[in-house]
């Protein structure tokens, strides 16, 4: 019995918070029903005091009418790169716009950046701001062209420094061969700030196709150097003018793509480069005992052969013969006989063959 009637009192037990919550709402409502109804009345007072508040600042800080008659105006002034040349157009006395007619020698990342001088100077109703950071001679020239408009005044803007170029000009000289050999070549050189890299394409003995793979030098000037490619590609031949505003960037591609095409060119001088190497590896070889034959070859002293004329006996020959078959051999003389035999060996004893270095002649021989 007991849960049953803890069950039943259970929904009533949760009621009492609720009841004490609505009772003190009742009680406290009409004490704070006129404080509710002057919040409006507070609320609008305090909107309507800024209001106020700004609106006398902005008659305060009105800005003076430009003792510049209504009209639009043309002025210019040195930028970073040329002449910047604007247009100003007054109306009852103020500057209602700033348009920018010629600012070709910036660079363009530059004056995309100055360019938030003409609302500046729109807002500002004067020339005499800032420049923009990074942007500081072109806008220099914006607001040097806009006073020279609205003024007259001749607005002398500071020189910027003058870059130097990475290294001096040079021009690679280039002589074109008899025929190119096929594929894909890549070289480099030196441009304004730095390397200029190149690809060319060559096929069938002809230019087809030249990028520019990597390049240090300003897009600006890039962009003017890059044409000398269709001016290759036309000719076939990279022997072609600098591009005039763009010497540096556009010498640096012509250079770049002359060393590619003479890694693809074919000359008749390396057709013959073997017959060549051959003669000069034979001249190698002879020039060594050229030089070494006053060593090596010993000197001889020249032999002379004296050939004294043969003596003649003083017994002829024709005497000898008769004097033979009067008196043979086997039955001699001793007188005579003895004595010629004895003349003859003597005459020639007279020339040994030693002597003379001649072998001893036949008696047919000597006739």
């Given at each position: 019995?007991?849960?049953?009637?803890?069950?039943?009192?259970?929904?009533l037990?949760?009621?009492?918070?609720?009841?004490?919550?609505?009772?003190?709402?009742?009680?406290?409502?009409?004490?704070?029903?006129?404080?509710?109804?002057?919040?409006?009345?507070?609320?609008?007072?305090?909107?309507?005091?800024?209001?106020?508040?700004?609106?006398?600042?902005?008659?305060?800080?009105?800005?003076?009418?430009l003792?510049?008659?209504?009209?639009?105006?043309?002025?210019?002034?040195?930028?970073?790169?040329?002449?910047?040349?604007?247009?100003?157009?007054?109306?009852?006395?103020?500057?209602?716009?700033?348009?920018?007619?010629?600012?070709?020698?910036?660079?363009?990342?530059?004056?995309?950046?100055?360019?938030r001088?003409?609302?500046?100077?729109?807002?500002?109703?004067?020339?005499?701001?800032?420049?923009?950071?990074?942007?500081?001679?072109?806008?220099?020239?914006?607001l040097?062209?806009?006073?020279?408009?609205?003024?007259?005044?001749?607005?002398n803007?500071?020189?910027?420094?003058?870059?130097?170029?990475?290294?001096?000009?040079?021009?690679?000289?280039?002589?074109?061969?008899?025929?190119?050999?096929?594929?894909?070549?890549?070289?480099?050189?030196?441009?304004?700030?730095?390397?200029?890299?190149?690809?060319?394409?060559?096929?069938?003995?002809?230019?087809?196709?030249?990028?520019?793979?990597?390049?240090?030098?300003?897009?600006?000037?890039?962009?003017?150097?890059?044409?000398?490619?269709?001016?290759?590609?036309?000719?076939?031949?990279?022997?072609?003018?600098?591009?005039?505003?763009?010497?540096?960037?556009?010498?640096?591609?012509?250079?770049?793509?002359?060393?590619?095409?003479?890694?693809?060119?074919?000359?008749?001088?390396?057709?013959?480069?073997?017959?060549?190497?051959?003669?000069?590896?034979?001249?190698?070889?002879?020039?060594?005992?050229?030089?070494?034959?006053?060593?090596?070859?010993?000197?001889?002293?020249?032999?002379?052969?004296?050939?004294?004329?043969?003596?003649?006996?003083?017994?002829?020959?024709?005497?000898?013969?008769?004097?033979?078959?009067?008196?043979?051999?086997?039955?001699?003389d001793?007188?005579?006989?003895?004595?010629?035999?004895?003349?003859?060996?003597?005459?020639?004893?007279?020339?040994?063959?030693?002597?003379?270095?001649?072998?001893?002649?036949?008696?047919g021989?000597?006739?």
């Amino acid at each position: 019995m007991n849960k049953k009637r803890s069950n039943t009192l259970l929904p009533l037990v949760q009621l009492l918070p609720a009841v004490a919550a609505a009772a003190a709402v009742l009680f406290a409502l009409p004490r704070t029903a006129p404080v509710l109804a002057a919040v409006p009345e507070r609320l609008t007072a305090v909107v309507e005091q800024p209001v106020e508040a700004a609106s006398s600042e902005a008659e305060e800080e009105a800005l003076p009418k430009l003792p510049y008659a209504d009209g639009v105006y043309v002025g210019s002034s040195r930028g970073y790169g040329g002449t910047v040349r604007v247009q100003v157009t007054m109306e009852n006395g103020s500057i209602t716009e700033v348009e920018i007619l010629d600012a070709s020698h910036e660079t363009k990342q530059f004056l995309r950046r100055a360019k938030r001088l003409l609302t500046t100077v729109v807002d500002a109703q004067s020339w005499e701001v800032d420049a923009v950071s990074e942007a500081t001679y072109t806008s220099r020239g914006i607001l040097g062209a806009v006073q020279n408009a609205l003024t007259g005044e001749v607005v002398n803007n500071p020189l910027p420094p003058q870059p130097k170029p990475a290294a001096p000009l040079v021009v690679e000289e280039f002589t074109a061969p008899s025929t190119y050999l096929d594929g894909i070549y890549t070289a480099e050189a030196i441009g304004f700030e730095g390397k200029i890299t190149v690809q060319i394409t060559v096929a069938e003995d002809k230019i087809t196709d030249i990028t520019i793979l990597s390049a240090e030098d300003e897009e600006e000037y890039l962009s003017r150097a890059k044409r000398v490619i269709p001016a290759i590609l036309e000719g076939q031949n990279p022997n072609v003018d600098a591009v005039s505003g763009a010497t540096y960037s556009s010498t640096g591609i012509l250079n770049a793509v002359k060393l590619a095409l003479a890694k693809a060119a074919v000359a008749p001088a390396e057709e013959a480069a073997p017959e060549q190497a051959a003669s000069e590896e034979v001249v190698e070889e002879v020039a060594p005992s050229e030089a070494a034959e006053p060593e090596e070859t010993p000197v001889t002293v020249p032999t002379v052969e004296v050939v004294q004329p043969e003596e003649k006996s003083a017994v002829s020959t024709w005497f000898k013969e008769v004097w033979q078959q009067l008196f043979p051999a086997d039955a001699p003389d001793d007188s005579e006989p003895a004595s010629s035999e004895e003349v003859l060996p003597t005459s020639e004893t007279a020339l040994p063959p030693e002597e003379t270095g001649i072998e001893p002649e036949t008696e047919g021989a000597a006739e």
